[in-house]
């Protein structure tokens, strides 16, 4: 009886732990332009345009009764309908801020340069997030490039989905 209840609370615990995880985004939505072209025959002045630096922020917590609980972070993206590397166009994503909260011994690591985000799922970011508290506001930055007059003319869009692991 005492292995049977043994087995029953290391159960609970390790449920518990691993239910209580939230990431929210916020701001998410990005409708980005390109310039005006001045001349006839010329390219765009920039082939890459960028969004703000907090385009995106993440609130994200990992709960754990005591202690430091490690997270990691992955996103990829789901295009919708024209293929955006058949037109040459990438987005590529970056931390750029640590966010705050979640107690004096969190961190935030990885993921300040850009990366490419494929349609397979890609190391972000990861972090220690300290007894369960609370980490907001992490700044995420995109970045489009490949933009030129020689890209057809469509509407290119894409689902970027972020996975939060409690590892």
Known sequence: MKKIL???ILCFFYFHSKAQQTLAIKNGAWSPSVT???????????????????QTQ???QVVQIAGLNHYTVYIRRTDSGTNWNTAGLQIWVRRTSDGSGAGAKSTT??????????TS????????????????????????TGV????????????????LIDD
């Open 6 to 8: 043994a087995i029953i």
């Open 36 to 54: 005006t072209i001045g001349e006839a025959g010329n390219d765009y002045i920039s082939t890459t345009i960028q969004s703000s630096t907090t």
């Open 58 to 60: 993440i609130d994200l």
């Open 109 to 118: 690591i990885g993921g300040t340069t850009y990366q490419q985000i494929t």
């Open 121 to 144: 799922d890609l190391y972000f970011f990861e972090g220690n997030n300290d007894s369960g508290n609370l980490r907001t506001n992490i700044g995420i930055q995109y970045q489009i």
């Open 148 to 163: 030129s007059v020689t890209v057809p003319v469509a509407t290119y869009s894409t689902t970027l989905t972020y996975t």
